[in-house]
């Protein structure tokens, strides 16, 4: 139930960036924070700061419920949750020089070698954050991992438009969940903050727009799995595979299970190929809304091509 006052969907937006003024009904400076756990810092936060608007990502569901019932139970109205990848929610969701802060506390260090390419704060993080952040705005890295902090901090001056301080040792009264974790197990906590002095710009690749094609031959509602399961093409940044398809017992409907990425970000959804009074349309099924990336408009449009090659001349 208090998922519905705060959780955000972008997912259904037909315009991105999204309107974040229209969402919170008012226009205030915007604070990020990803990965917020338990919401505990968040909640202090927004409980702060009534004059900032807050987003929070977090892919943990039950993160998330347990976050909404602490907004909920200090009565803020300026916060607001999606359920998604920071990294691609920073960079598809706001527009550049529109974010005062970004805070990170406690990201999943990733030390082993091999899954290097999951930590957060990567070079095409530190691009987005140059892109997103005010002139002024600040980024704020909080963790246990010093080789972390180090690594990201070489990403961010990378882009030459940040001033940085840190990483640093901090004292103090933890803020969240996980620094009273490592504090309690006697390790050191370090701080970073990168401020934007430079301008940046990033390129995005989610659109509010739904691809769908409409089909000129007629098709045989049972032969469809044989046509499209397995379609799947590989491309420098993305791809895309049909893994399954589901006939419709009546009526005239197939949907087809399908994943598709796009770099490191990765969707799977359903694609509706069925009949109305006009003839056959391939689109997406609204019940797994993705966001449409270059990779999720290209499996339509293929799957419409496999099918109109197949297809039964009416
Ligand atoms: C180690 S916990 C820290 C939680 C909290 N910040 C704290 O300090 O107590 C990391 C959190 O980040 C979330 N997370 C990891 N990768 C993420 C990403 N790419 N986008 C959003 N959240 C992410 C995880 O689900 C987890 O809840």
Not at 90 to 111: M, Y
Request: contains cysteine; proline residues 6%; hydrophobic residues 45%.
């Amino acid at each position: 139930m208090v998922f519905a006052r705060y959780l955000v969907e972008p997912r259904l937006f037909t315009q991105l960036p999204p309107d974040w003024a229209g969402i919170f009904g008012r226009r205030a400076p915007l604070t990020v924070e990803i990965g917020f756990g338990n919401g505990e810092f968040l909640t202090e936060e927004a409980a702060r700061h009534p004059e900032f608007d807050y987003v929070g990502f977090e892919l943990s569901l039950t993160c998330i419920e347990k976050a909404c019932r602490k907004f909920h139970a200090a009565g803020l109205t300026n916060v607001r949750v999606v359920r998604l990848d920071g990294r691609f929610g920073l960079r598809e969701l706001f527009p550049d020089g529109s974010v005062r802060r970004v805070i990170v506390n406690f990201p999943c260090p990733w030390p082993k070698a091999r899954h290097a390419e999951r930590r957060l704060v990567n070079a095409e993080f530190a691009r987005t954050l140059a892109a997103v952040l005010e002139p002024g705005g600040v980024f704020e890295l909080t963790t246990d991992a010093l080789f972390f902090a180090e690594e990201a901090r070489g990403n961010l001056a990378a882009t030459g438009c940040f001033g940085i301080e840190g990483p640093l040792e901090i004292q103090g009264e933890p803020r969240t969940r996980y620094e009273r974790k490592w504090r309690a197990r006697g390790l050191k906590i370090y701080r970073m903050a990168a401020r934007k002095l430079g301008p940046a710009a990033v390129e995005r690749i989610a659109e509010g727009r739904m691809p769908h094609v409409r089909l000129k031959t007629e098709l045989d509602k049972e032969d469809i799995p044989r046509k499209v399961v397995g379609l799947k093409e590989v491309w420098p940044r993305g791809a895309f595979v049909v893994k399954e398809a589901f006939v419709a017992p009546c009526g005239d409907e197939v949907l087809l299970r399908t994943f598709a990425t796009d770099d490191d970000f990765q969707q799977q959804f359903f694609i509706s190929v069925s009949r109305d009074a006009k003839g056959w349309i391939v689109q997406l099924d609204g019940a797994t809304v993705p966001f449409r990336t270059p990779a999720v408009k290209r499996a339509v449009f293929a799957v419409a091509k496999r099918l109109e090659e197949n297809g039964v001349e009416p």
